[in-house]
Structure formats: C-alpha cells, structure tokens
C-alpha cells in the first residue's frame, strides 16, 4: 500500500477516534450540566419549604394551647402547595444516580405527606358544615 493511502487511512481512524471521544465527552458534559442543574433547582424547591418551618414551630405550640383550653382556633382553607420543578423533572431523577435518586424521592414523599396532613387538618369537621361555617 503506498504511503500516501496509509497516512490517509490513519488520519481517517485518528479523525474518527477524536470524533467518537468528543461526542462522548460532550454528552457526559450535558448529563452533568443537567444533574447539576436538577439539584440545584430542587434544593432552591426545598429551601424554600424548609424556611417556613421555624415559623411553624413558633406557631404551633400557640395553636396547641389555645385549642386545649376550648379556644377556637380559626384555620384558613388554602390550595396544596405544589413542587413545580419535582413534578415537571420527576423523570430526569436518574441523572442524580441511584442514591441520591431515592433520597430525593423520599424527601418528596414525606414533604407530600406533611402536605396531604395539613389539608386533612385543614378541612372543616362535619359538625362546622352543618352550623354553616365554610
């Protein structure tokens, strides 16, 4: 074979190669970039759930004491807070690996949870309905 088609064919596969490995490393780039955005975004989400809970163990206990003594203690109805960047990435979960992925999901179940409580606790007793109250 002339060394004119050998250089040419070495190039070809060099050129190949570097290709293969770009595009490899491109796309582990963009996962990560992702992942990385994914967990910040949740983290901002739960930051900001967390930041109410100091003001509800302030309030609590309050809350508690009044209605032990008989007190009414006038809870508003409100809409379920929602997680809009959990729902709308549930499914890119994998991107922060195995682990994490579940600890996340856990944390979303018992935030949830907490939630689902709070709308029960929320609603008004039978008895409220049928005196007229909302």
Known sequence: ???AVQAALVAGAVAL???G???FGSEMYKRHRDATALAGGLAGELGADSGAYPQLLNVLPSLIDRASRGER???PRMKRP???IF???VGDL???GPRLAERVAFVYARVEAFR???EVLLMPSQRQRNKGSP
Do not use: I
Request: charged residues 15%; without cysteine; neutral net charge.
């Open 1 to 3: 074979m002339e060394p």
């Open 17 to 19: 190669v570097v290709a």
């Open 21 to 23: 490995l770009s595009n």
């Open 73 to 75: 203690v006038p809870l």
């Open 82 to 84: 929602r997680s809009p």
């Open 87 to 89: 729902e709308s990435r």
């Open 94 to 96: 994998g991107l922060l």
């Open 116 to 118: 689902v409580m709070m």
